[in-house]
T-cell receptor
Framework: GAVVSQHPSWVICKSGTSVKIECRSLDFQATTMFWYRQFPKQSLMLMATSNEGSKATYEQGVEKDKFLINHASLTLSTLTVTSAHPEDSSFYIC?????????????FGPGTRLTVT | EDQVTQSPEALRLQEGESSSLNCSYTVSGLRGLFWYRQDPGKGPEFLFT???AGEEKEKERLKATLTKKESFLHITAPKPEDSATYLC?????????????FGEGTQLTVNP
């Protein structure tokens, strides 16, 4: 298997402030990481694909200036929610791709619960 | 557009009552099909990757199979600890960046 960690596991912040979430692959290197958002009773919604050393690719409808992604190393990607508002409250999950070429597995972190008051 | 449909949405079983979950998919060309288990308030846990029709993989009480149009997750003699939401996802050949398309999941409850 493979282990992906996220920090923090939960965070409460005030409206208008920024929050940074870290995603780390602990026992493998990941050139590609992904950020998802999940609402209660719903499936995962891909927000962006993060590639080490290059700009993230955002899905349609996701504001890149609001959700800043930095993939600074082969084991770390960060998601910063800028000027957070209550509607940004959600469960954010990252995943990391292990493997190369067409044969790979994607492992998920435990998620970060964000509540904006 | 890639599509993944999982059925049933919810399934209740008695402990020991075997059953199957279905994942139907439409992609232009399948690179891989993935099964995950997700417990409430946690990230998905990787179970299997299947790459070609006819492939099967097993892990404890779970067995995943793949055809050209669908995948099944067979649960043999389930236990209460198997209760979770099971997610299916596909990656298409033409997909850039390895992105996955997820189904809505099947919520499994196993009663003791």
């Amino acid at each position: 298997g493979a282990v992906v960690s996220q920090h923090p596991s939960w965070v409460i912040c005030k409206s208008g402030t920024s929050v940074k979430i870290e995603c780390r692959s602990l026992d493998f290197q990941a050139t590609t990481m992904f950020w998802y958002r999940q609402f209660p009773k719903q499936s995962l919604m891909l927000m962006a694909t993060s590639n080490e050393g290059s700009k993230a690719t955002y899905e349609q409808g996701v504001e890149k200036d609001k959700f800043l992604i930095n993939h600074a190393s082969l084991t770390l990607s960060t998601l910063t929610v800028t000027s957070a508002h209550p509607e940004d409250s959600s469960f954010y999950i990252c995943s990391a791709r292990k493997g190369t070429g067409g044969w790979y597995e994607q492992y998920f972190g435990p998620g970060t619960r964000l509540t904006v008051t | 557009e890639d599509q993944v449909t999982q059925s049933p949405e919810a399934l209740r079983l008695q402990e020991g009552e075997s059953s199957s979950l279905n994942c139907s998919y439409t992609v232009s060309g399948l690179r891989g099909l993935f099964w995950y288990r997700q417990d409430p308030g946690k990230g998905p846990e990787f179970l299997f990757t299947l790459y070609s029709a006819g492939e099967e993989k097993e892990k404890e009480r779970l067995k995943a199979t793949l055809t050209k149009k669908e995948s099944f997750l067979h649960i043999t003699a389930p236990k209460p600890e198997d209760s979770a939401t099971y997610l299916c996802a596909v990656q298409a050949m033409e997909t850039s960046g390895s992105r996955l398309t997820f189904g809505e999941g099947t919520q499994l409850t196993v009663n003791p």
